[in-house]
C-alpha cells in the first residue's frame, strides 16, 4: 500500500535549520508531483513547495530559506529549511499528487506529518 513517511521535525531555534526527509513507497515516486504542506496550530492546510521532474515551486514565505529536492533512487522526498522563524512552528506534511498545484485538497497520497516547533 502507499506510505509516505516523514521525519527529521525537531525543536529548533530561530534562525536555525532543518531538513525534513519523506520516504515515499506504493507506488511509482519518481512519476508523481510532490508537495510539502504545513498546518500551523488552530490554521488551515498551508501549501509550502512542489517538486516535479526538476521544476520546483515555492510559496512566497519559503522563497530564498526553504529548498525542496528529490531523490527519485532513494524515493525520498526532502524539504531543507533555513533561517527558521517562530511562524514556521507547524505540523509538516509531505503529500504525492498528479499535477502542479497549491491546493492541497487535490494531492492524492498524504502522510502522517511531521511536527517543527522554532522557539527559543
Known amino acids: 500500500q502507499v506510505q509516505l513517511v516523514e521525519s527529521g521535525g525537531a525543536l529548533v531555534q530561530p534562525g536555525g535549520s532543518l531538513r525534513l526527509s519523506c520516504a515515499a513507497s506504493g507506488f511509482t515516486f519518481s512519476t508523481y508531483w510532490m508537495y510539502w504542506v504545513r498546518q500551523a496550530p488552530r490554521k488551515g492546510l498551508e501549501w509550502v513547495s512542489s517538486i516535479g521532474t526538476s521544476n520546483t515551486y515555492y510559496a512566497n514565505f519559503a522563497k530564498g530559506r526553504f529548498t525542496i529536492s528529490r531523490d527519485n533512487a532513494k524515493n525520498t522526498l526532502y524539504l531543507q529549511m533555513n533561517s527558521l522563524k517562530t511562524e514556521d512552528t507547524a505540523v509538516y506534511y509531505c503529500?504525492?499528487?498528479?499535477?502542479?498545484?497549491?491546493?492541497?485538497?487535490?494531492?492524492?497520497?498524504w502522510g502522517q506529518g511531521t511536527q517543527v516547533t522554532v522557539s527559543s
Open positions: 503529500a504525492a499528487g498528479g499535477s502542479f498545484g497549491r491546493n492541497p485538497s487535490a494531492y492524492t497520497y
